[in-house]
């Protein structure tokens, strides 16, 4: 018939994968957290400023994630009235925040390291290498 087009292909993608995506994130999140801990520890226990850092920027990459998580709960929410973009600019407001943290862990690490140059401080190998 003139006028109509027939696809003999089956449309199979998914769309969306929200919930694949959702179920990843909370799965790094987690994992994220245990060895942000982990560090943490350590680096108390055998007072080294290098896990005590990497441990405060692991605390940036859980808030990352877990803002992220909340930025596609928001995004995922319908239009309104009000809010004619729906809640699109949440992502940008999680990116402020995980900078403004990365900002202030970096200065608290700074004040440390100085406080650690003028007056060193052992660090134990062993619980760090543990």
């Known amino acids: 018939m003139a006028g109509e087009h ?4 089956e449309h199979k993608h998914a769309h969306g994968g929200g919930g694949t995506s959702r179920r990843r994130l909370r799965l790094v999140l987690v994992l994220t957290i245990v060895y942000m801990l982990a560090e943490a520890i350590g680096g108390f ?3 080294s400023l290098a896990l005590l850092s990497d441990a405060g ?6 808030a990352a ?3 992220a998580m909340l930025a596609l709960w928001f995004a995922s929410r319908p239009a ?9 600019r949440m992502e940008i407001l999680a990116a402020l925040a995980n900078g403004a943290a990365l900002v202030v862990i970096s200065l608290f690490i700074l004040l440390e390291a100085l406080q650690r140059i003028r007056a060193p401080e052992p660090v134990r190998g062993l619980e760090v290498a543990i």
């Open 57 to 62: 920027h692991m605390l940036t990459d859980v």
């Open 6 to 9: 027939k696809n003999d292909r």
């Open 80 to 88: 309104t009235h009000q809010k004619t973009y729906g809640y699109y």
């Open 65 to 67: 994630i877990a803002l």
């Open 45 to 47: 226990m055998s007072n």
